[in-house]
Every structure is written in C-alpha cells, then in structure tokens.
C-alpha cells in the first residue's frame, strides 16, 4: 500500500505537474521514515540543523532529499517492482 502511495503522488508530480523535483523531509530522529526514503534513491541533499522541535520539546534537524525528473523513470520502475 504505501509504495502505491508513493508511485501515485510521484507519478502526479511528474508526468501531470510535469514537476522537475519531489523535494522530501523528516526529522533526524526518525530513522524509519529516513531509511524508506532511501530506498526510494532519492538523494540527500542535506541537513537544517535545530529546524524543528518536537512535541517533547526536542530540537532536531531536518533531513532534506529529492528525486530529479531525470531520476523518475529509474525510481518508478523499482516501485512498479516492489508493487508486484
């Protein structure tokens, strides 16, 4: 389900939109969130250092990443794999 999810709000993005990058985030904390974002080859493009804080009230940073239009076809077809 979740890699459908994420095939459908891509492929909007790209091939309707005709967006030239999907820009991705989470928190430093959430390695779950960060390793699935990975397995997308989604490149990171960095980290905002203090960017968010938490409900805890823990600062963190955000990590940044994005998938490039060039990118898609290679992405889209390891989900359309993984959909199977």
Same mark, same amino acid.
């Given at each position: %389900?979740?890699?459908?999810? *994420?095939? #459908? #709000? %891509? !492929?909007? @993005?790209?091939?309707?939109l005709?967006y &030239? $990058?999907?820009? #991705? !985030? $989470? /928190?430093?904390?959430? $390695?779950? /969130? &960060?390793?699935? +974002?990975? !397995?997308? =080859?989604?490149? *990171?493009?960095?980290?905002?250092?203090? *960017? !968010? $804080?938490? &409900? =805890?009230?823990?600062?963190? =940073?955000?990590? %940044?990443? /994005? +998938?490039? @239009? =060039?990118?898609?076809?290679?992405?889209?077809?390891?989900?359309?794999?993984k %959909?199977?």
């Amino acid at each position: %389900m979740n890699n459908a999810c *994420k095939f #459908l #709000l %891509m !492929r909007y @993005a790209f091939e309707v939109l005709s967006y &030239q $990058t999907v820009a #991705l !985030r $989470t /928190s430093s904390l959430n $390695t779950r /969130s &960060q390793a699935a +974002i990975e !397995r997308l =080859d989604a490149k *990171k493009d960095g980290v905002i250092g203090n *960017k !968010r $804080t938490t &409900q =805890d009230g823990i600062i963190c =940073d955000t990590v %940044m990443c /994005s +998938i490039m @239009a =060039d990118e898609w076809p290679n992405v889209k077809h390891n989900l359309q794999q993984k %959909m199977q």
